[in-house]
């Protein structure tokens, strides 16, 4: 579910080895698990791995930080070459 003043960019097929997409803006994602085809959130330079959960990312341009929910399973965090888990 995307939000006010927000886009997604994503392939209508994701034919390579991930699933990756681009957010501006906020959106809730629940995503399927699948090890062999891991699911990719970038925002700026923030690269969000996720390992099979349901969760909100806020990452509006105007704002100063970019906030994550983590409702289900977990999810990687990589910035700046640093990964950071979130788990519930």
Not at 16 to 21: A, E, I
Not at 37 to 62: E, W
């Amino acid at each position: 579910m995307v939000n006010t003043s927000s886009s997604i960019i994503f392939p209508t097929f994701f034919s390579s080895k991930t699933r990756d997409v681009i957010l501006t803006g906020e959106a809730y994602f629940e995503v399927a698990k699948n090890y062999k085809k891991p699911f990719r959130v970038f925002v700026n330079s923030i690269k969000i791995n996720v390992i099979g959960a349901h969760f909100n990312l806020n990452a509006y341009g105007d704002e100063d930080n970019i906030k994550t929910s983590l409702l289900e399973e977990r999810s990687i965090i990589n910035q700046n070459g640093k990964d950071i888990l979130l788990k519930t």
